[in-house]
Every structure is written in C-alpha cells, then in structure tokens.
C-alpha cells in the first residue's frame, strides 16, 4: 500500500492506495510546533486505526508547501514507517510541463493537483482549491501548468472579519437561511459564502475566456462540495485530488 501525505499550512491529509483505489484518508490540523515523534506515533495510530501497519507499506509520497514540516514528516516516516519517502520537488518527474515564470516557485500541491487533473480529466481545465488560500490553477489542452490566481482562503476571511471588527463573532461555514441576513451571523455566513461563489463563478467566467469554452472546472479542498452545490460552475468534486496526483507522482518515479 502507498501512504499519500499532502502537507497544507492548515491541514495534513493523508492517504492510503491500494493500487489505484483510495481506501482510508485522514484530515490533520498542521500543528508547527509538533515534534517527528509525535507525527509518527499520531501516523501509527492512524494505520492502527484501519488496521494496517508499517509492514503493509510500499512507500511513502509527500507533497508539501510547508517547509519546517517538511523534514519532520520525512524523519517520522523513515523512524516510525520505515520508509524512505518520495517528496515532490525539483528533479521529481511529474509529467507536467510548468510554464510558470519561475516554475521552483509553483507549490507542490498545486502541480501535485495539475498532474491529477492531467491523467484523470484532462484539459483545458480549471482547477479550484479551497484551502488556507483559494488558487485557480489553468491547465492547457495539452496537461501543461500555465498559472492561476491566489486569492484568501475562506477561513483566512472569516477569521480576518472575528479579529478586525470589534462586534462581529466566529462563525462556522455553512449556508444561511437566505442571502439577505436578518442577523449578524446570518448576514456574515451570507457573504462568505455566496461572496466566495461569485469569487469563484467571476473567475471562472475570466478563466474561460482564455483557456476556451470547453474547460472544465474541477473543485478541491475540504470546502470544495459546500461551494458545489451552490453553483453551476463546477463540474467536478475531488476533495481527495492531490492524493490522486500524488499516487500519480509515485507511479511515475
């Protein structure tokens, strides 16, 4: 089995393949300060969890855009796994050509996701990512990374809300009862959300003007299904996508 480890600045996903078929995934909250040690027992326990262990183990790849964290996952793989991990970066054959300006500075995750899109939609495509950050990320006809757009993550939005405006709440994510907000709450969850879904749908619209009328949209990210299912804009949900790609990754090397 291949264990997929997809390291974000506010989560830690991780996978397990058998083959081509993702079985247990987990989210973990990125934690700076945790020791190697303590991501390898938290791992264990996870694989314990789906009753696997270390044994049951091919490999190990990992894709990450957090660079303290980074050597903390490989030395807990190579103590806890033993296992020598894959991890996605220069010199690492993709199957993507980048056309970025300078490619070194394209995050993993998002070539990790091009790669996905490449071998399982194809493109032109659009692949939106709901993470810390939201990124468009263009992808030709031909599976090339072209570029995208960073914009702020829905989280980093509601939390700058909380911390800026002295009378305004924490609020969670989640649909309101109508767009007009008949309290704070309501009004703030509103603009969130059907805020970012025209984010999203204006970007998209810009997006296919240039990548042409056939692209496809493809979602990602722990909020991808909740944006979904408010707009006709995109056409696929893979909140598991850079797992994919990584598994992708891993055949390749």
């Not at 805020?195 to 990548?211: A, D, P, Q, S």
């Amino acid at each position: 089995m291949l264990l997929t480890i997809d390291i974000g600045n506010t989560n830690i996903t991780l996978g397990l393949y058998q083959e081509e078929k993702l079985g247990p995934r987990w989210r973990l909250s990125t934690e700076h300060d945790r020791m190697p040690d303590e991501y390898g027992l938290q791992i264990l326990g996870l694989l314990s969890h789906a009753g696997k262990s270390p044994a049951d183990l091919s490999g190990v790849c990992i894709a990450s855009v957090v660079p303290p964290l980074t050597s903390k996952i490989v030395q807990a793989s190579m103590q806890y796994l033993l296992q020598q991990p894959l991890v996605v970066d220069t010199g690492v054959k993709t199957g993507v050509r980048i056309r970025y300006e300078n490619p070194r500075s394209v995050g993993a995750d998002r070539i990790v996701d091009a790669v996905a899109v490449k071998h399982l939609y194809g493109g032109p495509a659009c692949v939106v990512d709901f993470g810390t950050g939201t990124t468009f990320d263009a992808i030709s006809a031909e599976g090339d990374y072209l570029g995208g757009a960073i914009a702020p993550g829905i989280g980093i939005a509601a939390e700058a809300l909380y911390l800026r405006a002295a009378k305004l709440p924490r609020v969670d994510l989640q649909k309101p009862p109508g767009v007009i907000g008949r309290n704070t709450v309501h009004a703030m969850q509103s603009g969130l959300l059907f805020g970012y879904i025209g984010l999203v749908e204006g970007m998209v619209t810009r997006f296919r003007k240039e990548l042409g009328e056939n692209m496809r949209v493809i979602a990602t990210g722990g909020l991808a299904e909740i944006i979904a299912n408010e707009t006709d804009s995109i056409q696929v949900v893979a909140p598991w996508l850079t797992l994919d790609g990584l598994r992708l990754v891993w055949e390749m090397n």
